[in-house]
Nanobody, 120 residues
Framework: QMQLEESGGGLMQAGGSLRLSCTAS????????MGWYRQHPGKERELVAV???????NYADSVKGRFTISRDNARNSVYLQMNSLKPEDTAVYYC??????????????WGQGTQVTVSS
């Protein structure tokens, strides 16, 4: 099994910045992609940003130009720098990893979630 541990959420005023961190541990053979999703109350979880091991990235339109995803492959970590925060960014943010725990066992893993609250 792979475990994901997140940190960095909290309360911030609109226009401010926060940085989320996530580190994978446990049985890791290889990680294909790591990223961040978020879930607003009463809504489905949605993609925020994802970065694959080849360096390709994908961002939700709502965060382009404000959020930056980065990875440290040596540390099995992913980060989300969130600038120019808006109240609508308020959500629970989940770290996600897709990868292999053995050469043949591919699966998807989630962190426990971290709350980000942006006040107006």
């Amino acid at each position: 099994q792979m475990q994901l541990e997140e940190s960095g959420g909290g309360l911030m005023q609109a226009g401010g910045s926060l940085r989320l961190s996530c580190t994978a541990s446990g049985s890791i053979f290889s990680i294909v992609a790591m990223g961040w999703y978020r879930q607003h109350p009463g809504k489905e979880r949605e993609l925020v940003a994802v970065k694959n091991s080849g360096g390709g990235t994908n961002y939700a339109d709502s965060v382009k130009g404000r959020f930056t995803i980065s990875r440290d492959n040596a540390r099995n970590s992913v980060y989300l720098q969130m600038n120019s925060l808006k109240p609508e960014d308020t959500a629970v943010y989940y770290c996600n990893a897709r990868g292999y725990t053995t050469p043949f066992a591919h699966d998807e893993y989630w962190g426990q979630g971290t709350q980000v609250t942006v006040s107006s």
